[in-house]
């Protein structure tokens, strides 16, 4: 079966400090992979998703980058961190093609200092 | 670009009873509608899902409907259990190219009291 891991689980940053959120799926090829980011109440907001390795298409403009160096690994960076940043981020993937639904990871609670 | 909105934002209802959500969208081609239940500062987790080319669609004690005339869709719980109580969110895609993005409402807090 497939799972997809997510660390870390919380993380505490000071503005201005960089960041490296990393996801991985287990049991499947070639999966689409999306970053999310949800604010403390509200829906998820799509930041990035990739449809293969080194294919990464943005949403939304930010201070966020988001890199595939591998089939299954799917990390969102960031090289200084604002306030505004805090917030659930979750991964998720689904199987490749069109009508598949998507399975989310545990997520990253980022609170920024 | 797809817009989803959301109501109610807040729902409760006593244990036993139906709850009713409703979202509508903005974008006429969008064609996979999946509803997700998020339990406090858990995953969310696909419930049900539907594409555009069917009505309804059920899972034991939920169901949803869908309405491509008026742009929206609904999630039907009967028999709510207060394991039901959690947030449950809506979305939209257009599903092309191999891939779908998700716009996802708000959110609807349900609470199921015993």
């Known amino acids: 079966s497939q799972t997809i891991h997510q660390w870390p689980a919380t993380l505490v940053q000071p503005v201005g400090s960089p960041l490296s959120l990393e996801c991985t799926v287990e049991?499947?090829?070639?999966?689409?992979l999306y970053w999310y980011r949800q604010a403390a109440g509200r829906g998820l907001q799509l930041l990035f998703y990739s449809v293969g390795i080194g294919q990464i298409s943005s949403e939304v403009p930010q201070n966020l980058s988001a890199s595939r160096p591998q089939d299954r690994q799917f990390i969102l960076s960031s090289k200084k961190l604002l306030l505004s940043d805090s917030g659930f981020y979750l991964c998720?993937?689904?199987?490749?093609?069109?009508?598949?639904?998507?399975?989310f990871g545990d997520g990253t609670r980022l609170s920024i200092l | 670009g797809e817009n989803v909105e959301q109501h109610p934002s807040t729902l409760s209802v006593q244990e036993g009873d139906s709850a009713v959500i409703k979202c509508t969208y903005s974008d006429s081609a969008s064609n996979y509608f999946p509803w997700y239940k998020q339990e406090l500062g858990k995953r969310p987790q696909l419930i049900i899902d539907?594409?555009?080319?069917?009505g309804e669609k059920k899972d034991q004690r939920i169901a949803v409907t869908l309405n491509k005339t008026a742009k929206h869709f609904s999630l039907h719980i009967t028999e709510t259990q207060p394991e039901d109580s959690a947030v449950y969110f809506c979305a939209a895609s257009i599903v092309s190219g191999g891939y779908n993005k998700l716009i996802f409402g708000a959110g609807t807090r349900l609470a199921v009291h015993p």
């Open positions: 539907i594409r555009s080319n069917v």
């Open positions: 049991g499947t090829s070639n999966p689409n």
């Open positions: 998720a993937w689904s199987a490749p093609g069109g009508f598949q639904p998507q399975h």
